[in-house]
């Protein structure tokens, strides 16, 4: 009895494990399929940033029209529709406001930059954009390891090879870009893409060849049964229907020395 009993509390902690396992596995399955869409719930831009800009396009429009009437009052001095007095008296007036407005957009644009590069997550302007980046690399690795796991169950030797192939694929072409979401100097270097398209052209090749030499053994195997099938109609039903007894002797003999003629090229 006490044998028995724990027996059945190590089979509900294994259950226990198993149900843990499958919960965390699902958990992890549901959040990799939802990374690339997690992007809709994040804004194209920060409230921050939208405020940030729009006091900074409102400066830079009233900068952009007090040069626009400068340059109006010039073009009607020189066509002498004001006189020069008035241009002076104009121009007095609104440079100092025109030198103070270019002061204030310095210096917004400059705390706008500061709010666009507080927004930034892994160097990407956003989270936005952020997201969409790492979205599809992350589920390119999970398919990989995916096949992978297919590729140890898989018993065809074809399959298991093709089954490889893509996995290896998935997993590094997802690698790579997940290397390039979080790589801290912008752009990863151009001899990491001439490799991994080296890599990629390789696997390419290898299943292509894979492949043709697998279809090409199916149609050999095809080939053979269909000459089977044509040497027992011609060594069964000819003799039997077509052949006097007298003469299947003859006809057996020669079918065989025609089958070992074949049999020698």
């Known amino acids: 009895m006490r044998e028995l009993s724990e027996i059945e509390e190590k089979n509900k902690k294994t259950n226990k494990h198993s149900l843990l396992f499958s919960v965390i596995l699902v958990f992890f399955i549901i959040l990799t399929f939802a990374t690339p869409f997690l992007q809709v719930f994040f804004p194209v831009r920060s409230q921050?940033?939208?405020?940030?800009?729009?006091?900074?396009?409102?400066?830079?429009?009233?900068?952009?029209?007090?040069?626009?009437?400068?340059?109006?009052?010039?073009?009607?001095?020189q066509s002498k529709k004001i006189?020069?007095?008035?241009?002076?008296?104009?121009?007095?007036?609104?440079i100092?406001?025109?030198?103070?407005?270019?002061?204030?957009?310095?210096?917004?644009?400059?705390?706008?930059?500061?709010?666009?590069?507080?927004?930034?997550?892994?160097?990407?302007?956003?989270?936005?954009?952020?997201?969409?980046?790492?979205?599809m690399p992350l589920v390119s690795v999970f398919l990989g390891f995916f096949l992978l796991f297919l590729f140890f169950k898989e018993e065809d030797l074809f399959f298991r090879k093709v089954i490889f192939a893509f996995s290896f694929v998935g997993m590094?072409?997802?690698?790579?870009?997940?290397?390039?979401?979080?790589?801290?100097?912008?752009?990863?270097?151009?001899?990491?893409?001439?490799?991994?398209?080296?890599?990629?052209?390789t696997v390419g090749a290898l299943t292509a060849t894979i492949a043709g030499k697998y279809f090409f053994a199916l149609s050999q195997i095809e080939l053979k049964l269909k000459i089977q099938d044509l040497l027992s109609f011609i060594s069964r039903d000819i003799k039997r229907k077509y052949i006097s007894k007298q003469d299947r002797p003859e006809f057996i003999s020669?079918?065989?020395?025609?089958?070992?003629?074949?049999?020698?090229k």
Not at 114 to 132: D, I, L, Y
Not at 254 to 264: P, T
């Open 96 to 135: 100092p406001i025109l030198n103070k407005l270019e002061k204030e957009s310095e210096t917004l644009y400059l705390s706008l930059n500061q709010t666009k590069n507080k927004e930034k997550v892994f160097g990407f302007r956003t989270s936005k954009v952020f997201f969409a980046n790492l979205g």
């Open 254 to 264: 020669d079918y065989l020395g025609e089958i070992k003629k074949l049999s020698q």
């Open 172 to 201: 590094i072409t997802g690698l790579f870009y997940l290397v390039w979401v979080f790589y801290p100097k912008g752009d990863l270097p151009e001899s990491a893409y001439i490799t991994i398209q080296l890599l990629l052209s």
């Open 83 to 94: 006189d020069l007095d008035y241009l002076e008296a104009e121009v007095d007036k609104h």
């Open 48 to 77: 921050a940033v939208i405020e940030a800009t729009e006091l900074y396009e409102r400066v830079e429009k009233s900068r952009s029209d007090i040069e626009e009437k400068l340059t109006t009052l010039l073009i009607d001095f």
